[in-house]
């Protein structure tokens, strides 16, 4: 004969031991009818949905996580690449402009404006 619901057993009741006190057994206190196989079935068939469906969401967590810290890392990547280039071009066209071509030493004497002035 089935026991029934019986949840004396279950560890999610919050009892200190459940076998020091356990509940009385349905089929004692309560009369009814033993349940029918499409009922044992409905009743197994859910209980494996809402596993199902807690494993399906624990993948789709793990992968939007393992998605999220793979976009973290190509965007620092790019971001690296993008910036040492910029950094590189930067510094060559520095490298360019900061050796101005120097005038070279002409050996005529300049002109000036007071010729005719007296030297000290």
Excluded: K
Excluded at 30 to 50: C, F, K, L, M, V
Aim: glycine share 4%; no cysteine.
């Amino acid at each position: 004969m089935t026991r029934g619901n019986d949840f004396s057993n279950r560890p999610d009741l919050n009892r200190p031991n459940p076998d020091a006190n356990p509940a009385p057994i349905a089929d004692e206190t309560i009369h009814t009818r033993p349940a029918t196989s499409d009922e044992i079935a409905y009743r197994n068939g859910y209980a494996e949905a809402q596993q199902e469906e807690r494993v399906r969401e624990n993948l789709r967590r793990t992968r939007e996580n393992n998605s999220a810290a793979t976009g973290i890392v190509v965007g620092v990547i790019l971001a690296s690449i993008v910036g040492l280039t910029l950094a590189t071009i930067a510094l060559l066209s520095q490298n360019r402009q900061s050796n101005p071509p120097t005038p070279s030493p002409s050996l005529a004497p300049s002109p000036t404006l007071f010729a005719d002035a007296p030297v000290n």
